[in-house]
């Protein structure tokens, strides 16, 4: 019987680990990174739940989270209801400048990283004016 190739077979003095005892991507139980190694992603939390966004230039958070199936709760989607707020962990210089409907609904937490997803659109060299 020919053995498979394992993680570490071909270099020598390596231990010999079978690729199936890594954690996998889809296995819930392995440990979550929790550094941002892709800068073209926004890493937020929306009531204890973290989302990576993919930056998508001109999009709104909301719109592009949904476009990757994050589960992002919302209402209005016009900046009255607050339902859609997120906190960004990491990536906040992809983002715009917050709106008036954020400086309005969000106040001072704005300067914690708090958002509202469906009115953060991602920076573009044409909207974000800081
Ligand atoms: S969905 Fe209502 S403020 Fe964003």
């Known amino acids: 019987?020919?053995?498979?190739?394992?993680?570490?077979?071909?270099?020598?003095?390596?231990?010999?680990?079978?690729?199936?005892e890594l954690p996998s991507h889809h296995d819930k139980t392995a440990p979550v990174a929790k550094t941002?190694?892709?800068?073209?992603?926004?890493r937020l939390k929306q009531?204890?739940?973290?989302?990576?966004?993919?930056?998508?230039?001109?999009?709104?958070?909301?719109?592009?989270?949904?476009q990757q199936k994050e589960?992002?709760?919302?209402?209005c989607k016009q900046g009255h209801c607050g339902k859609c707020t997120v906190q960004v962990i990491s990536g906040i210089s992809l983002l715009g400048?917050?709106?008036e409907q954020e400086r309005t609904k969000?106040?001072?937490?704005?300067?914690?990283?708090?958002r509202l997803a469906c009115q953060t659109t991602f920076a573009t060299p044409y909207n974000d004016k800081r």
């Open 1 to 20: 019987m020919r053995k498979g190739l394992t993680v570490g077979s071909l270099i020598p003095g390596k231990s010999r680990t079978v690729a199936s």
């Open 97 to 99: 400048s917050p709106t």
């Open 36 to 42: 941002n190694d892709n800068p073209r992603m926004v």
């Open 47 to 66: 009531r204890n739940q973290e989302h990576s966004i993919p930056f998508v230039p001109g999009a709104t958070l909301l719109d592009a989270a949904l």
């Open 106 to 114: 969000l106040g001072s937490k704005i300067a914690m990283g708090y």
């Open 71 to 75: 589960a992002l709760d919302y209402k």
